[in-house]
Nanobody, 119 residues
Framework: EVQLVESGGGLVQAGGSLRLSCAAS????????IGWFRQAPGKEREDVSC????????YYADSVKGRFTISSDNAKNTVFLQMNSLKPEDTAVYYC????????????WGQGTQVTVSS
């Protein structure tokens, strides 16, 4: 059974930090790109960041460049998203996603974790 289990969301003040984790199981971790999308109330889902596990290459949306850092612990099949200098506009449900052919068209999704940034 494929599972992507997110943790680490919560409530933080603007300027603060959070670290999201995504623990993967049920598929070959190294063959995928894994990362996060987010969706705020009333808005469309948007991509945030991903990492290609095999070679460590990364992608960041312009809105988070310089503030968010994605990394992976391949021994633990876990991907992390360190979010610094958080802004109220980062408030959203963050979904971990894994894509084999293309991360932008994921094969698997997590259940989502809420991130709320207060002003």
């Amino acid at each position: 059974e494929v599972q992507l289990v997110e943790s680490g969301g919560g409530l933080v003040q603007a300027g603060g930090s959070l670290r999201l984790s995504c623990a993967a199981s049920g598929f070959t971790f190294d063959d995928y790109s894994i990362g996060w999308f987010r969706q705020a109330p009333g808005k469309e889902r948007e991509d945030v960041s991903c990492i290609k596990i095999r070679d460590g290459s990364t992608y960041y949306a312009d809105s988070v460049k310089g503030r968010f850092t994605i990394s992976s612990d391949n021994a633990k099949n876990t991907v992390f998203l360190q979010m610094n200098s958080l802004k109220p506009e980062d408030t959203a449900v963050y979904y971990c996603a894994a894509g084999g052919s293309s991360w932008f068209d994921p094969d698997y999704w997590g259940q989502g974790t809420q991130v709320t940034v207060s002003s």
